[in-house]
Antibody, heavy 120, light 116 residues
Framework: QVQLVESGGGLVKPGGSLRLSCAAS????????MSWIRQAPGKGLEWVSY????????NYADSVKGRFTISRDNAKNSLYLQMNSLRAEDTAVYYC?????????????WGQGTLVTVSS | QPVLTQPPSASASLGASVTLTCTLS???????VDWYQQRPGKGPRFVMR????????SKGDGIPDRFSVLGSGLNRYLTIKNIQEEDESDYHC?????????????FGGGTKLTVL
């Protein structure tokens, strides 16, 4: 069965950095686009970024562009999110999600999330 | 890009039916929308995709037949019949905007469904 397990969250000071990881199993990771989506406490979902199956294409929400970098290692079945220059408003649970296909951009499987808290 | 609007809350009695609405902003009536269920403390779970012609593709894993969708104009609906306690969740609608490999994701604010 498809499993996505995020890790790497924690408490970080404003201006600091953090790297999130997502370990994928139960499917051929290298065949799928992947995405990060976040949810601030008590708020709705906010799409953060996506990466194509071969890392050729990426895109970011305006709120994180220039500060966050998405990457993947298909040999390790892993997705990453490097977060720099963190702000209080980046505090959220971060989910990795599989994208059904490059044409049908449904987030068909999600992980359980990892909490990032940005506070002094 | 489209804006998706959802009422913040809804409620229904055990065994009753409820319809949740996701409204696309003007000009996006041809967009398909995905519904996601998020139980308390859990990650979201894909329910199904809906366009103006109804369901697009298949339901998510384990989604019961009690869940159905319709689409009309700018509205995309998720109906749950014979509501059970386990249906008490936040329901989010989402869409993607863009062409080819350059797209962004957008979500509504979510609707919290309370089972009475």
């Amino acid at each position: 069965q498809v499993q996505l397990v995020e890790s790497g969250g924690g408490l970080v000071k404003p201006g600091g950095s953090l790297r999130l990881s997502c370990a994928a199993s139960g499917f051929t990771f290298s065949d799928y686009y992947m995405s990060w989506i976040r949810q601030a406490p008590g708020k709705g979902l906010e799409w953060v970024s996506y990466i194509s199956s071969s890392s050729s294409y990426t895109n970011y929400a305006d709120s994180v562009k220039g500060r966050f970098t998405i990457s993947r290692d298909n040999a390790k079945n892993s997705l990453y999110l490097q977060m720099n220059s963190l702000r209080a408003e980046d505090t959220a649970v971060y989910y990795c999600a599989r994208i059904y296909s490059s044409r049908t951009r449904t987030f068909d499987y999600w992980g359980q999330g990892t909490l990032v808290t940005v506070s002094s | 890009q489209p804006v998706l609007t959802q009422p913040p809350s809804a409620s229904a009695s055990l065994g009753a039916s409820v319809t949740l609405t996701c409204t696309l902003s003007s000009g996006y009536s041809n967009y398909k929308v995905d519904w996601y269920q998020q139980r308390p403390g859990k990650g979201p779970r894909f329910v199904m995709r809906v366009g103006t012609g109804g369901i697009v593709g298949s339901k998510g894993d384990g989604i019961p037949d009690r869940f159905s969708v319709l689409g009309s104009g700018l509205n995309r609906y998720l109906t749950i019949k014979n509501i059970q306690e386990e249906d008490e969740s936040d329901y989010h609608c989402g869409a993607d905007h863009g062409s080819g490999s350059n797209f962004v994701g957008v979500f509504g604010g979510g609707t919290k469904l309370t089972v009475l």
